[in-house]
């Protein structure tokens, strides 16, 4: 009887971290998408500030032209 006790223990403790790895991969799975959104916004950002930038220049450039 005390062998059938140790091996429902250890299935309950394999049960319980089953549930655990299911929730951290979860959570996981969650920031990951955080972190794609978040980058797809940088990229987004950079490639605006970068035609501002080049903008300003071609701008400047015209200017120096024009003096």
């Known amino acids: ?3 059938l ?3 429902e223990s250890t299935v309950d403790a394999l049960i319980a971290r089953c549930q ?3 929730s951290d991969n979860r959570e ?3 920031q990951e998408a955080d972190w ?3 980058r797809q916004l940088l990229i ?3 490639e605006t500030a970068r035609s501002r930038v080049e903008a ?3 701008r400047l450039k015209g200017l ?3 003096s």
């Open 1 to 3: 009887m005390d062998k």
């Open 5 to 7: 006790r140790a091996l």
């Open 20 to 22: 655990q790895l299911a």
């Open 28 to 30: 996981l799975r969650r």
């Open 36 to 38: 794609l959104r978040e």
């Open 44 to 46: 987004k950002n950079t």
């Open 56 to 58: 300003m220049i071609n």
């Open 64 to 66: 120096t032209q024009d």
